[in-house]
């Protein structure tokens, strides 16, 4: 279940940690955030998901 104010599955975000864009595939255990990269292949965890800021929620990234 989503927490208030904080990036969920399907936002995008920017890692402040690795400077990377990302959308957040999942979320493992309330406090693991595990993302892909806007563009390309790959997967990683945020190490810190306090360092995740939202740039655009699920709901307006799609046009629907």
């Known amino acids: ?3 208030p104010n904080r990036p969920w599955v399907g936002d995008e975000v920017r890692d402040e940690r690795t ?3 990302a959308i957040i595939t999942d979320v493992r255990r309330k406090k693991l955030y595990v993302l892909r ?3 390309g292949t790959g997967e990683w965890t945020a190490e810190d998901p306090e360092q995740l800021t939202l740039v ?3 709901q307006h990234r799609h046009t629907w």
């Open 56 to 58: 655009r929620s699920r």
């Open 37 to 39: 990269p806007v563009a």
């Open 19 to 21: 400077g990377r864009a």
């Open 1 to 3: 279940m989503p927490v």
